[in-house]
């Protein structure tokens, strides 16, 4: 059985297996001369680490880094992950949220 079909029916009995990781897709870089389809991944938890599962004009999935959202809470910018104080509480930015 192919890897891919293989991983496809395992997420099947997973929960949570299609669900999407933080982030956005970095956007086409062009340039991609395809003469055959490619698909390396069918979701984000097909992709190593943190990588998303990007889809570029219905024949290119492939893993790539995402591009991660910044925060903005009470007039202060925070970059994706970064810790920070607000009052007693501990928070951090996650792909926008705080």
Known sequence: MH????????????????????????PDEGGIGLTVCQWDCVSDYGCPGEQKC?????????CK????????????VYQHDE?????CNTCRCRDGSV
Do not use: E, H, W
Request: glycine letters at 10%; one cysteine or more.
């Open 3 to 26: 890897p891919l079909l293989r991983f496809v029916l395992a997420c099947l009995l997973i929960v949570g297996c299609f669900a999407n990781k933080p982030g956005t897709c970095p």
């Open 54 to 62: 990007c889809s570029y004009g219905g024949c290119l999935d492939v």
């Open 65 to 76: 880094t995402p591009i991660q959202k910044p925060c903005n809470y009470n007039g202060q």
């Open 83 to 87: 810790q920070f104080m607000d009052q």
